[in-house]
């Protein structure tokens, strides 16, 4: 009878059956597990740690990286077979495997209210796009969008530029390896002391970081050849004002570019991830760029893979 009631109280958590879910699709690491769920990662590693020590998933390493999968054993829960007392190290025993039977269907049919599996699609498709992980299996060794990036600054001339809304400095320090000079914006004093943190670590002292509005910038008229915007229009609350300020302050013959999304009705990212609009429709922001006083204005949606959740939309436009 304890056994039973230990199994029921280890599936009776409502954040491991979360993790279950998840990893029953897809092998994944702790910090991948966090990002989605968007708890403590010190709470994810504890219910890791619990559900591995019952023997429902399973830890190896690839690289640097220890994914968790479930655990070959939770296969004869789907047969009729005895499944003994669960005597090999770490293994189920019968009454877990009797209670994960009882549990699976009702996880793989519960609604996903939390929004985990789309977020499950994202964190697999940054796993592709910036290397390293599972995916890179289907890739030829070392291949990732980064390695790409710093293969094309050989084409770009010396320009100076700013990334409106910039979080952890990412793209402006991608920016700095071919720019003069970079201008990185954000309101997010949090997300400035990273960037400035992973500028020192590049040792790029060509970039600085100001915490400023990007809707009523403080830089002056003329000022870069180049404006970006990756993924931050959706987060403002007035993205027209913040494209005719990235026009300001861009030279004559200065290119803006954007990088954004199409419109979605995923609406857990309004609370999980601060989205302030749910995409933008194509040729609302051809207007945008054009009543900014843009031309040459050139957008394009992504090509879409199979299975995921948003769409992107980049776009390139000239002062």
Not at 90 to 107: C, Q, T
Not at 136 to 143: I, M, N
Request: with cysteine; glycine share 8%.
């Amino acid at each position: 009878m304890l056994d039973l009631a230990n199994a029921l109280k280890l599936l009776g958590d409502d954040t491991r059956l979360r993790i279950l879910r998840l990893v029953a699709r897809e092998p994944l690491n702790v910090s991948e597990v966090t990002s989605i769920l968007g708890l403590a990662q010190s709470g994810i590693s504890r219910h890791l740690s619990l559900l591995k020590q019952h023997g429902l998933v399973e830890e190896r390493r690839e690289g640097v990286w220890s994914y968790y999968q479930m655990a070959p054993l939770l296969k004869l829960a789907e047969t009729d077979v005895d499944e003994g007392d669960g005597d090999s190290a770490g293994a189920p025993g019968a009454d877990l495997l009797a209670a994960w039977r009882f549990v699976k269907e009702r996880i793989a049919l519960a609604k996903d209210r939390d929004h985990d599996l789309a977020r499950l699609t994202e964190v697999l498709r940054g796993r592709e796009n910036f290397g390293g992980g599972l995916n890179e299996k289907l890739l030829e060794p070392g291949q990732s969008w980064f390695a790409w990036s710093r293969v094309l600054q050989f084409l770009l001339p010396p320009v100076e530029a700013i990334d409106l809304g910039c979080g952890d400095g990412t793209i402006s320090v991608e920016i700095s390896r071919f720019a003069r000079r970079v201008v990185g914006v954000d309101v997010n004093p949090r997300a400035l002391l990273a960037a400035r943190k992973r500028a020192e670590r590049e040792r790029r002292d060509n970039v600085i970081f100001k915490e400023d509005r990007i809707e009523a910038l403080s830089e002056p008229d003329a000022s870069f050849d180049l404006a970006v915007f990756s993924q931050s229009l959706h987060h403002m609350q007035q993205p027209a004002a913040g494209v005719r300020q990235a026009a300001r302050v861009l030279r004559k013959g200065g290119r803006l570019l954007l990088v954004d999304l199409a419109p979605h009705e995923e609406r857990w990212v309004i609370a999980k991830l601060g989205h302030i609009h749910l995409g933008f429709e194509p040729e609302a922001l051809r207007v945008m760029l054009a009543e900014a006083g843009l031309g040459q204005i050139v957008l394009e949606e992504v090509h879409q893979r199979r299975g995921e959740v948003f769409r992107v939309l980049v776009a390139s436009a000239v002062k």
